[in-house]
Protein backbone atom coordinates (compact mmCIF):
# COMPACT_ATOMS: atom_id res chain seq x y z
CA UNK A 1 0.00 0.00 0.00
CA UNK A 2 1.55 3.21 -1.09
CA UNK A 3 1.40 6.03 2.02
CA UNK A 4 2.95 9.24 2.12
CA UNK A 5 3.15 11.06 5.22
CA UNK A 6 4.04 14.70 5.95
CA UNK A 7 5.49 16.11 9.49
CA UNK A 8 6.81 19.24 9.75
CA UNK A 9 4.06 22.10 9.42
CA UNK A 10 3.19 24.58 12.18
CA UNK A 11 3.27 28.10 12.96
CA UNK A 12 6.04 30.49 12.42
CA UNK A 13 6.05 34.52 12.03
CA UNK A 14 6.84 36.17 9.09
CA UNK A 15 10.33 35.79 7.61
CA UNK A 16 10.86 32.43 9.78
CA UNK A 17 11.85 28.89 8.16
CA UNK A 18 10.73 25.72 8.43
CA UNK A 19 11.44 22.49 7.41
CA UNK A 20 8.62 20.25 5.62
CA UNK A 21 9.70 16.22 5.52
CA UNK A 22 7.56 13.31 3.65
CA UNK A 23 7.82 9.61 4.73
CA UNK A 24 7.28 7.48 1.95
CA UNK A 25 6.52 3.73 1.63
CA UNK A 26 4.87 0.66 -0.45
CA UNK A 27 6.51 1.63 -3.18
CA UNK A 28 10.49 2.27 -4.84
CA UNK A 29 11.04 5.54 -3.85
CA UNK A 30 13.86 5.89 -5.40
CA UNK A 31 12.05 5.35 -8.94
CA UNK A 32 9.52 8.00 -8.70
CA UNK A 33 9.13 11.74 -9.28
CA UNK A 34 7.81 13.47 -6.74
CA UNK A 35 6.08 17.14 -5.73
CA UNK A 36 4.83 18.94 -2.98
CA UNK A 37 1.58 20.51 -3.97
CA UNK A 38 -0.12 23.66 -1.03
CA UNK A 39 -3.75 24.57 -0.80
CA UNK A 40 -4.47 27.71 0.72
CA UNK A 41 -8.21 28.40 1.68
CA UNK A 42 -10.76 29.03 -0.14
CA UNK A 43 -8.22 28.93 -2.89
CA UNK A 44 -7.25 25.95 -5.54
CA UNK A 45 -4.10 23.52 -5.38
CA UNK A 46 -0.98 24.66 -6.18
CA UNK A 47 1.89 22.67 -7.48
CA UNK A 48 5.07 24.28 -5.48
CA UNK A 49 8.42 22.25 -5.97
CA UNK A 50 8.80 19.01 -8.23
CA UNK A 51 11.47 16.57 -8.00
CA UNK A 52 12.61 14.02 -10.64
CA UNK A 53 13.65 10.70 -9.63
CA UNK A 54 17.60 11.92 -10.10
CA UNK A 55 17.17 15.17 -8.45
CA UNK A 56 15.93 17.70 -10.88
CA UNK A 57 14.25 20.08 -9.38
CA UNK A 58 11.28 22.79 -10.39
CA UNK A 59 10.23 25.52 -8.48
CA UNK A 60 7.00 27.75 -8.65
CA UNK A 61 7.86 31.19 -9.12
CA UNK A 62 6.14 32.49 -6.05
CA UNK A 63 8.73 30.32 -4.25
CA UNK A 64 11.57 30.36 -6.26
CA UNK A 65 14.31 31.27 -4.13
CA UNK A 66 13.44 30.82 -1.14
CA UNK A 67 12.36 26.69 -1.05
CA UNK A 68 14.56 23.87 -1.82
CA UNK A 69 13.05 20.44 -2.60
CA UNK A 70 15.69 17.53 -1.77
CA UNK A 71 14.97 14.09 -1.14
CA UNK A 72 16.88 11.27 0.72
CA UNK A 73 16.35 7.69 -1.55
CA UNK A 74 18.06 5.68 0.56
CA UNK A 75 15.22 7.08 3.75
CA UNK A 76 12.62 6.98 1.27
CA UNK A 77 12.25 10.58 2.59
CA UNK A 78 10.80 13.77 0.76
CA UNK A 79 11.58 17.34 2.00
CA UNK A 80 10.68 21.01 1.20
CA UNK A 81 12.64 23.17 3.44
CA UNK A 82 11.16 26.60 3.28
CA UNK A 83 12.92 29.95 4.01
CA UNK A 84 12.00 33.52 4.10
CA UNK A 85 8.44 32.51 4.56
CA UNK A 86 5.22 35.17 3.84
CA UNK A 87 1.84 35.12 5.17
CA UNK A 88 0.50 33.93 1.73
CA UNK A 89 2.24 31.05 2.00
CA UNK A 90 -0.07 29.60 4.59
CA UNK A 91 -1.65 26.78 3.30
CA UNK A 92 -1.55 22.87 3.71
CA UNK A 93 0.97 21.50 2.21
CA UNK A 94 0.93 17.95 0.94
CA UNK A 95 3.70 15.63 -0.96
CA UNK A 96 2.51 13.43 -4.19
CA UNK A 97 4.08 11.09 -6.24
CA UNK A 98 4.27 11.34 -9.52
CA UNK A 99 5.04 8.86 -12.49
CA UNK A 100 6.06 11.92 -15.17
CA UNK A 101 8.04 14.68 -13.81
CA UNK A 102 6.19 17.61 -13.43
CA UNK A 103 3.10 15.02 -14.46
CA UNK A 104 0.00 15.29 -12.61
CA UNK A 105 0.20 12.89 -9.18
CA UNK A 106 -1.92 9.44 -8.45
CA UNK A 107 -1.23 9.50 -4.60
CA UNK A 108 -1.17 11.97 -1.96
CA UNK A 109 -0.38 12.46 1.53
CA UNK A 110 -3.04 13.71 4.17
CA UNK A 111 -1.14 17.07 4.15
CA UNK A 112 0.45 19.65 7.10
CA UNK A 113 -0.68 22.54 7.94
CA UNK A 114 1.12 25.79 7.50
CA UNK A 115 0.84 29.15 9.02
CA UNK A 116 2.47 32.09 8.60
CA UNK A 117 1.86 35.23 10.84
CA UNK A 118 2.75 38.44 10.05
Known amino acids: EVQLVESGGGLVQSGGSLRLSCAAS????????MTWVRQAPGKELERVSD???????YYADSVKGRFTIYRDNDEDMLYLQMNSLKPEDTAVYYC????????????RGQGTQVTVSS
Open 26 to 33: GFTFRSYH
Open 51 to 57: ISSGGTS
Open 96 to 107: ARTKDYRGPYDY
